[in-house]
């Protein structure tokens, strides 16, 4: 398929034996080159206008890197499912939540 307009989900997986120090920051050298590619397969262009990323990075069982396409409408339902999967299943890590609607409210 040919998105017009997409989020592309890096979910960084990182070894939780290895030393915590190999946790790199979110590179955004790597991420173009990774858009670029899928930009020639799926994406109708890799420009904002059309393409949204977001990062997430979890302890695993081994290193690995995890990219999943889709509508951006799907994003919050996708967002809500893996957040509150990766809080249950890697106890060690915490998350805040921020919920815009709320501050818009006020």
């Given at each position: 398929p040919e998105y017009e307009k997409c989020t592309v989900c890096f979910v960084h997986?990182?070894?939780r034996?290895?030393?915590l120090g190999?946790?790199?920051d979110h590179d955004n050298f790597e991420e173009k080159h990774v858009l670029d590619v899928i930009s020639n397969f799926?994406?109708?262009s890799d420009s904002g206008l059309h393409v949204d990323t977001?990062?997430?990075t979890r302890m695993a069982e081994q290193d690995a890197t995890e990219v999943y396409i889709m509508d951006t409408e799907n994003f919050p339902k996708w967002l809500s499912k893996n957040v509150k999967n990766s809080i249950e299943k890697y106890?060690?890590?915490q998350s805040t939540?921020?919920?815009s609607r709320k501050?818009?409210?006020k």
């Open positions: 997986l990182y070894n034996d290895l030393p190999r946790i790199r799926f994406l109708a977001y990062h997430i106890s060690c890590c939540f921020f919920d501050v818009a409210e």
